[in-house]
Nanobody, 121 residues
Framework: QVQLVESGGGLVQFGGSLRLSCAAS????????MDWYRQAPGKQRQLVAL???????NYADSVKGRFTISRDNAKNTMYLQMNSLKPEDTAVYYC???????????????WGQGTQVTVSS
């Protein structure tokens, strides 16, 4: 069984910073892409940032220059450093990973339970 567990969410003032972590555990052979999504009340879940196994990254336009995604492959852990936070960044942030549980097996999609980020104005 594979689990993704997020941590690091909370309440922060406008212009503040938070660092989210996502730890993957269980039967994992390899992890391809890892991503952060967010969902604000009444809105669809949207991709915030992704990082490939080789370290290539991509960001939503709304967070470019403010957020930094990274991963530690040895620890199966991903991070999201969020700086210059704005009230519109308020959302539940979800960790997502595409991974294999065995060398010759298919790639599966896994989600974390989500962590709340609230930015006050």
């Amino acid at each position: 069984q594979v689990q993704l567990v997020e941590s690091g969410g909370g309440l922060v003032q406008f212009g503040g910073s938070l660092r989210l972590s996502c730890a993957a555990s269980g039967r994992i052979f390899s992890i391809a892409t890892m991503d952060w999504y967010r969902q604000a009340p009444g809105k669809q879940r949207q991709l915030v940032a992704l990082v490939t196994s080789s370290g290539s990254t991509n960001y939503a336009d709304s967070v470019k220059g403010r957020f930094t995604i990274s991963r530690d492959n040895a620890k199966n852990t991903m991070y999201l450093q969020m700086n210059s936070l704005k009230p519109e960044d308020t959302a539940v942030y979800y960790c997502h990973a595409n991974l294999r549980t065995e060398s010759s097996g298919p790639t599966y999609s896994y989600w974390g339970q989500g962590t709340q980020v609230t930015v006050s104005s």
